[in-house]
């Protein structure tokens, strides 16, 4: 059991519940300069969740090897505590305690200890008087078990270690806008020169510290601009003008930009220099359509990839409809509405021979669009594929980070997806594994991110993602 040490009340002693470590196996380490408490109650629970393939299981296992590594050969520490400085490689300072007696406690009889969780707040409470003053602070992912505890009167916080960002307000946008005055307070030393069909500049100014590798930047007014960030040279930026996508001339596959983040959207799809797109939206905003798009322009058209690969998260959005029979990809077949729709959308204007024509064309592209699984996606390369993520708000950052590593050399991964619609019980919008890479890819040079403002979908579904 902890005892109280000279600058015991300047370090903190964290209770941690069980969910806490089956979420982040790695959570021991995480805690800084202070101290941790085990209950034994959540051993028992690690132990009964052992077991299984589920990301929950595995968890649960790492988690009790990581508390077998810091226990072993140090039995004789059981009661001043284990030492975290060593197996968390210098990132935790504290120390590790695990209960080692029954602590008499008292709690209201509506709270029963044949309950797991009133026994780990039994265990907060006896600490809490036991070292006061003392800081003693539960730390569960349990909402409930949070308030239970701060009606006992215990200190009790949500694990934040996980969360990318506490406002999902502030995800990084990937457009800016420029100031009114932007041509007036950057004109000096400003270079500008036409190559390969577009405008370039080469700004130096205030604005040039906030700038990010291919973020977008736009001025509305007499004299608009619409480009792309893409060097930055110490205090200067070189800006590049885009392919107005929202013309009949541009279009991609027939399908033209109806707003300007559609139209930076589909600048990062088609640049053959970017090998990471991520695209968030709302219901409606053209995420899967323009992928679609620039997939089947770039592998029919110029050759440059081999197949579409479209994968997504299978979570269903009610009561799960039981086993599928069939392949692989029949299996999936129901859950790739998303891809038909867009499908039959792109091959609605295949008018060339008829009927007879356009139900070539469609057997053709279908032929290069193969449907895959996530649950079979470990292990595997693709070479010169573009590989499209849908739903990709699903995913946890360890298994986002298994996918995206799939890539080959020449394949393009796009990550789409709406934080508002996460299905996934464990996850919430700052921890979901699209935030993460959003946030860990910014301004890398070979990848991009937009965030579609305006839903195109109908007038019905744009007012109702509005109203309800």
Known sequence: MPRRRPNAAERKLYVIDTNVLMHDPTALFRFEEHDLFLPMVALEELDTHKKGLSEVARNARQASRELEAIVSGHEAALTEGFELAGPSGGQATGRLYLQTEALEVELPTSLPLSRADNQILAVVKAMAQRLAPRPVILVSKDINLRIKARALGLAAQDYRNDKILEDTDLVYPGVRALPPDFWETHAKGLESWREAGHDWYRIQGPIVPELLLNEFVYLEGPQPLEARVVALEGKRAVLRTLTDRRHEKNAVWGITARNREQNFALDLLLDPEIDFVTLLGQAGTGKTLLTLAAALAQTFEQKRYTEVIFTRTTVPIGEDIGFLPGSEEEKMTPWMGALEDNLEVLLGGAHEGGDWGRATTGDLVRSKVKVK????????????????????????????????????????????????????????????????????????????????????????????????
Not at 402 to 422: D, E, F, H, W, Y
Not at 434 to 442: A, I
Request: hydrophobic share 40%; with cysteine.
């Open 373 to 468: 699984s996530l649950n079979f996606m470990r292990g595997r390369t693709f070479v010169r594929k573009f590989l499209v993520l849908d739903e990709a708000q699903n995913l946890t950052p360890k298994q986002m980070r298994t996918l995206i590593t799939r890539a080959g050399p020449g394949s393009k991964v796009v990550c789409m997806g709406n934080l508002a619609q996460i299905d996934t019980p464990y996850l919430t919008e700052g921890s979901s594994g699209l935030t993460y890479v959003v946030e860990r890819m910014k301004g890398w040079p070979h990848g991009g991110h937009v965030l579609l403002a305006r839903g195109e979908r109908s007038r019905l579904a744009d007012y109702a993602a509005e109203v309800l």
